[in-house]
């Protein structure tokens, strides 16, 4: 009676981790860190608004300020928009589109303190890319209220005020649900923005964040070639823009470490730290003892517009000083790093990094499963949960 009642439950159980083998395999094949990393991410830094030198500024001394316990100093990576319209020339060009990329005088200061910081190790240049819009897209839609306002308006605009959609760059979201760009225009496009890159900063990216997060194999192939070896995700692959404008057509979950086209790795970014958003000092804290648990980087999404508003700079660098504080006290063994130099040490699963005994990644493992919430209630329903909690015990 009581074997059959076992094997009956073991059944259960074989059958339930059959049932959800995918993700299960992936939190196990995923990278277990030796030490809690935290990367602040950086979106959209480059062409747009002037005030951009002197919010990158006051970052570069805010982030030299924290150093972890090897001596590096935080670091901030850069996602770079290379370019924005120049509403003054197409303003003398009614119906064309024209960009102003950050080759322009007016960006100098930009340029500047986007170098000193990477001299200094608190910046890494990554390529968010081109534009934030599709150009074809966005003239495809000139006429539109909200979109001519932003065309005629001042010069180097925002492109945070363009209706959401269209900030996608790799999908054509000048109708909606947004189609596909032919991939021989892709190829051509991002070719195009990676010289660009190689020519203001002096080498290819070698990190790619897509904007909005909307991309395909076709970008991915064409990063490939252009040199670009890691690609930023939030876990997953939204493919388009839907009838309602909301990202959509997800064709891929990914995790870290997991190879891309061309042998490219993806790194998952999500956490959020935008004091703009509301997020206080401790949302920061909370994210990297969460991702520190699960043994994962922690990579957290830091757009520019926290920043770029003199009227409340102050409060949202205070609000950031006080997180690195705060985190750093909670976890002294906790390093900066790169992105770039993360997805390297994943690829050479780098022993100093990357623990690769079978204990720590059981260890790991046993504490990622728990975000899959339907897989842990049917685990307590079936009482799979307590040889987990056994196991988890004699580690
Ligand atoms: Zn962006």
Request: charged residues 25%.
């Amino acid at each position: 009676m009581i074997l059959g009642v076992l094997m009956s439950l073991a059944g259960v159980w074989g059958l339930l981790l059959l049932a959800y083998r995918r993700p299960l395999r992936a939190r196990w094949r995923e990278p277990v860190l030796k030490q809690p990393v935290l990367i602040l991410e950086g979106d959209d830094w480059g062409a747009g608004p002037l005030v951009q030198a002197a919010a990158l500024e006051r970052l570069r001394l805010l982030l030299l300020r924290h150093r972890d316990g090897s001596g590096q100093p935080a670091i901030m990576t850069l996602g770079v928009v290379l370019e924005v319209a120049d509403t003054q020339a197409m303003a003398r060009q009614p119906g064309s589109y024209v960009g102003m990329d950050l080759h322009a005088p007016e960006y100098a200061p930009l340029r500047a303190v986007m170098e000193a910081g990477s001299r200094d190790g608190v910046f890494a240049l990554q390529l968010h890319g081109q534009c934030h819009y599709w150009p074809n897209s966005l003239m495809t839609v000139a006429g539109r209220p909200e979109v001519a306002a932003w065309l005629h308006g001042p010069p180097h605009p925002r492109t945070e005020d363009l209706p959401s959609p269209l900030q996608s760059r790799w999908t054509d979201a000048g109708q909606l649900p947004s189609r596909e760009i032919p991939a021989s225009e892709v190829a051509q496009a991002v070719a195009q923005e990676a010289r660009l890159y190689r020519d203001l900063f002096g080498q290819a990216p070698r990190v790619a964040v897509p904007m909005t997060f909307v991309w395909n194999d076709a970008v991915e192939a064409a990063w490939a070639r252009a040199g670009v070896r890691c690609v930023v995700t939030p876990g997953r692959r939204y493919t388009r823009r839907e009838a309602d404008g909301a990202p959509g057509g997800v064709d891929k979950v990914i995790s870290n470490g997991q190879r891309a086209q061309g042998d490219m790795v993806y790194v998952v970014r999500d956490c959020y730290f935008e004091p703009a958003l509301g997020h206080a000092a401790g949302h920061l804290a909370a994210a990297v003892l969460r991702k520190w648990r699960e043994r994962r980087p922690c990579l957290v999404e830091m757009h520019r517009f926290n920043f770029l508003d003199d009227a409340v700079l102050e409060s949202r660098l205070q609000i950031l000083d006080h997180a690195l504080r705060e985190v750093s006290g909670l976890l002294p063994n906790l390093r900066f790093l790169a992105t770039e130099a993360l997805a390297d040490d994943i690829v050479r699963r780098d022993a100093a990094w990357i623990d690769r005994a079978f204990a720590g990644r059981l260890r790991a493992w046993l504490v990622r499963i728990r975000e899959l919430p339907r897989f842990r209630k049917l685990c307590l329903l079936t009482g799979l949960a307590l040889p987990f909690a056994l196991l988890e015990r004699t580690l």
